[in-house]
Structures are given as structure tokens and as C-alpha cells.
């Protein structure tokens, strides 16, 4: 089977359509069809059936798509292999990260690799955790978070890696009336008017646990996925908010450590499987090892 083809059979895995797979490969639609349909001879089988008026891939399609991601990973460790004996790692590596957990960790990581031969093209994509997967399309390395009780997205396809726990707090304005306080518990919260981010983020995930904890459902005033809006909104005393403990900063929220409700959200580096092989993918995953044990022990 020719590996190009396998990589065109890929592509419509990971986007779902023949016209995202030639906007992708800069194909036109009609030699996309035409690929495939000459893969599926070589392969003697069926890949792709008929789902309403759109196409999908039958089982052998997807099987062998498992089979064309190891293949493809093959190329791409010879291509470094044959790399590691001109000298240390080098290419190019495209990384995709939540706003907040790109704030956070790329000002310790681009100067950790600065000065290397891997050059790293970072682009913020806010999605929740089951959206990371298809940014695989598009990147090398997803870093994705989620409710520390909810599982990783890894499968067949994906390895996830856990990166790092961050705990999530109460914020509240300096005049609100827990201000003071060191922690608060649920039922002190019933109450409030909240602002949140969007739900399936883990942050909205922590508010209904709240809610499960109280029995009461929380009175949800805007859903903001910028926390320096939220904080903002927060300080100016329009509601209270969950935040991520490395996010918060703004200097005039009082942040309280919620107590009776596991609150926290998990990091997770994603990839395609054994893409960790490639140096330049295996420098930058280091590189990110290393910035959250500096983030986790100060």
C-alpha cells in the first residue's frame, strides 16, 4: 500500500470529510475520492460506506487506520534517526494549549529550548477535553486539562501523558463577606451568583460538584472562558468564580481553598503514539516536564 495514500486515509479519520481532507493537503476533493478509492483496492476491502449523505469509514477502514498511524510513525522515526546522526534534535514542533496553561508554562519553556535546533510553533485552542484528540490533525502535542475525576482521552490512536495537578479555588471580591476567610465550604456558597466558563471545562465540572454537594443548582450570572475577564468581574463584586490556583492574578481577590469537594484539574500532553520517538517531539515534552515541577514546587 502506497504511504502516502495511508496518510490521505488518516487525514479523513482525524477530519471527517473529503473537502476538510483537500483544504488539508492542498488536494482537490476529486483526487482525495480517487486515493482513496485506489487504497481500498490495494487493501481488497471496503474502507468507506455510506452514512446518510455523507461517508464514513467501515471497520476495516478504521482498523487500518490504526495500521496507517503506525506506519506513518515509522516514517517519521526514520526521518529522525537519519536527523540524530547530523547532530541534536532538531525541526519543527507544533504544540496547541489552553490559554491558561499556555500562560503558565511557555514562558518557561520557549527559553528552555532557546538556543536548540527544535523550533516550536505554539497556538492557544480553547476546547474542552474531548476536543483534543482531533487538534492531533493540526499539531504534535495537545496540552489539554481536565477534572482531576474525570479519565484521559488516550485510545488506539492517542497517548496522553499526566503533566501536572493544579487546584482549583474560590475567588471572591475583597469586600465580599468571606473575604477573610481561609477556606469556605460548599454550603457557604449556596447562595452566590457565580460567573463560569462554558460547560465540559473542568472549572464548570467543580461547579457541579458543588451543586451535587448542596442540592441546590448555582445561579449562573454570564459563562466567560477568559479568567482575566472573570477575575475582572469578580473584583468590580458582580459574582464570585472558581479559578485554577496558577491563574488567579489579580491582586485584590481574596482566594479561598474550597474544602469539602475534590477540586482540581489535571494537565495532559496528548500525541499521536510513539510520537515521543521523534527527538525534537521527545526535547519539547521534556521541556514541559520540566516547567511543571518548577510550577508545582514553588
Known amino acids: 500500500?502506497?504511504?502516502?495514500?495511508?496518510?490521505?486515509?488518516?487525514?479523513?479519520?482525524?477530519?471527517?470529510?473529503?473537502?476538510?481532507?483537500?483544504?488539508?493537503?492542498?488536494?482537490?476533493?476529486?483526487?482525495?475520492?480517487?486515493?482513496?478509492?485506489?487504497?481500498?483496492?490495494?487493501?481488497?476491502?471496503?474502507?468507506?460506506?455510506?452514512?446518510?449523505?455523507?461517508?464514513?469509514?467501515?471497520?476495516?477502514?478504521?482498523?487500518?487506520?490504526?495500521?496507517?498511524?503506525?506506519?506513518?510513525?515509522?516514517?517519521?522515526?526514520?526521518?529522525?534517526?537519519?536527523?540524530?546522526?547530523?547532530?541534536?534534535?532538531?525541526?519543527?514542533?507544533?504544540?496547541?494549549?489552553?490559554?491558561?496553561?499556555?500562560?503558565?508554562?511557555?514562558?518557561?519553556?520557549?527559553?528552555?529550548?532557546?538556543?536548540?535546533?527544535?523550533?516550536?510553533?505554539?497556538?492557544?485552542?480553547?476546547?474542552?477535553?474531548?476536543?483534543?484528540?482531533?487538534?492531533?490533525?493540526?499539531?504534535?502535542?495537545?496540552?489539554?486539562?481536565?477534572?482531576?475525576?474525570?479519565?484521559?482521552?488516550?485510545?488506539?490512536?492517542?497517548?496522553?501523558?499526566?503533566?501536572?495537578?493544579?487546584?482549583?479555588?474560590?475567588?471572591?471580591?475583597?469586600t465580599h463577606r468571606l473575604a477573610g476567610q481561609r477556606s469556605v465550604a460548599p454550603a457557604e456558597l449556596a447562595d452566590e451568583t457565580w460567573l463560569s466558563v462554558r460547560g465540559g471545562f473542568p472549572v464548570d465540572d467543580v461547579l457541579e460538584s458543588i451543586a451535587t454537594v448542596t442540592g441546590v443548582q448555582p445561579r449562573i450570572a454570564q459563562r466567560l472562558n477568559d479568567f482575566r475577564v472573570i477575575e475582572t468581574l469578580v473584583a468590580s463584586g458582580y459574582g464570585v468564580a472558581l479559578m485554577p490556583r496558577f491563574a488567579v492574578a489579580h491582586p485584590d481577590l481574596a482566594v479561598l481553598r474550597l474544602s469539602g469537594v475534590r477540586a482540581a484539574r489535571n494537565y495532559d500532553l496528548v500525541t499521536r503514539p510513539h510520537a515521543e520517538k521523534r527527538p525534537a517531539i521527545a526535547t519539547v515534552l521534556a521541556a514541559f516536564r520540566a516547567a511543571a515541577e518548577q510550577v508545582t514546587a514553588e
Request: proline share 7%; glycine share 6%; hydrophobic share 45%.
Open 1 to 174: 500500500m502506497s504511504v502516502d495514500r495511508l496518510r490521505v486515509l488518516r487525514e479523513f479519520a482525524d477530519r471527517g470529510t473529503i473537502s476538510a481532507v483537500a483544504d488539508a493537503l492542498s488536494m482537490t476533493p476529486s483526487a482525495v475520492s480517487q486515493q482513496l478509492k485506489t487504497l481500498a483496492k490495494e487493501a481488497g476491502v471496503a474502507l468507506l460506506e455510506p452514512d446518510g449523505r455523507r461517508i464514513r469509514l467501515t471497520d476495516a477502514g478504521q482498523a487500518l487506520v490504526v495500521r496507517a498511524d503506525e506506519v506513518l510513525a515509522a516514517m517519521d522515526r526514520a526521518v529522525a534517526e537519519m536527523a540524530h546522526y547530523r547532530g541534536s534534535p532538531r525541526g519543527q514542533v507544533r504544540v496547541a494549549l489552553f490559554p491558561s496553561g499556555a500562560a503558565l508554562l511557555l514562558p518557561l519553556v520557549l527559553p528552555a529550548l532557546a538556543g536548540s535546533d527544535v523550533d516550536v510553533v505554539a497556538r492557544d485552542e480553547d476546547v474542552p477535553p474531548s476536543g483534543a484528540p482531533r487538534l492531533l490533525a493540526d499539531y504534535d502535542i495537545v496540552l489539554t486539562h481536565r477534572d482531576e475525576r474525570s479519565g484521559s482521552v488516550a485510545g488506539p490512536r492517542i497517548t496522553s501523558r499526566f503533566l501536572m495537578r493544579e487546584p482549583i479555588d474560590v475567588v471572591v471580591a475583597p
